[in-house]
């Protein structure tokens, strides 16, 4: 079936650097999530892309889905310490199921 | 607008028992998905619920089975539970409106432990 890897596993950074996660697939994908899960708690869902090449921005926060739908990133611009968590990408594999990453865990040092 | 709930939020088993979780979709919602969550993982989709049936299933055995209520409430059981069952289980409700998947929100999870 239909995976996504995503990359790095772990992600750790100094407040005020920037962070990114990628998300990676060998099919073409309909769609890609974002979702952010803080430690304990869930996840949260972030964004839905759905077209080639599409840049979505949320404040600090930059997504995009590459022009071939295969790939995925999240970029966050000089982080802060609430941005602290696990970010996971996600796919449709039909219309019912989706497939998440393993998620990338981002700490931040004050 | 009531969020998604699940009960209970942690629970404890022996291998051999079984389990039923609870989940209470958010107001409007008509679809139900569970999801199985591993440490250190992503979610792993179980199966889908809408209109009470069964509408897409994962990799997981028979003995995971659900229901889904006229009011969109859902439950998952779990049978002969075994070790590798412990991990945080994941309901998500949406509103089903064709197409893609839509999005999803997720409750609290129960933390399900099997000794």
């Known amino acids: 079936g239909q995976q996504v890897m995503q990359i790095p596993q772990y992600q750790h950074v100094q407040e005020g650097e920037d962070f990114t996660t990628y998300c990676n697939s060998s099919?073409?994908?309909?769609?890609i999530q974002w979702y952010k899960q803080r430690p304990g708690g869930h996840p949260v869902f972030l964004i839905q892309?759905?077209?080639?090449?599409e840049v979505k921005k949320q404040k600090r926060l930059t997504f995009q889905f590459g022009e071939a739908k295969k790939n995925s990133s999240l970029h966050i611009t000089a982080t802060q310490t609430t941005d602290v968590g696990t970010y996971f990408c996600a796919a449709n594999q039909g219309a019912q199921k989706l497939v998440f990453g393993q998620g990338t865990r981002l700490t931040i040092n004050p | 607008e009531t969020g998604v709930t699940q009960s209970p939020t942690h629970l404890i088993k022996t291998r051999g028992q079984q389990v039923t979780l609870r989940c209470s979709s958010q107001?409007?919602?008509?679809?139900v998905s569970w999801y199985q969550q591993a440490l250190g993982q992503g979610p792993q989709f179980i199966f889908q619920?809408?209109?009470?049936?069964?509408?897409g299933r994962g990799n997981f055995p028979p003995r995971f089975s659900g229901l889904q209520f006229p009011n969109y409430s859902s439950e998952l059981n779990v049978n002969a539970l075994e070790l590798d069952d412990s991990a945080l289980y994941l309901c998500?409700?949406?509103?089903?409106?064709?197409?893609?998947?839509?999005?999803?929100?997720f409750g609290p999870g129960t933390r399900l432990t099997v000794l």
């Open positions: 099919t073409t994908l309909s769609n």
């Open positions: 107001s409007g919602h008509n679809t």
């Open positions: 892309l759905v077209k080639s090449g």
């Open positions: 619920y809408y209109r009470e049936e069964e509408n």
């Open positions: 998500a409700s949406s509103l089903r409106s064709g197409g893609y998947t839509d999005t999803q929100y």
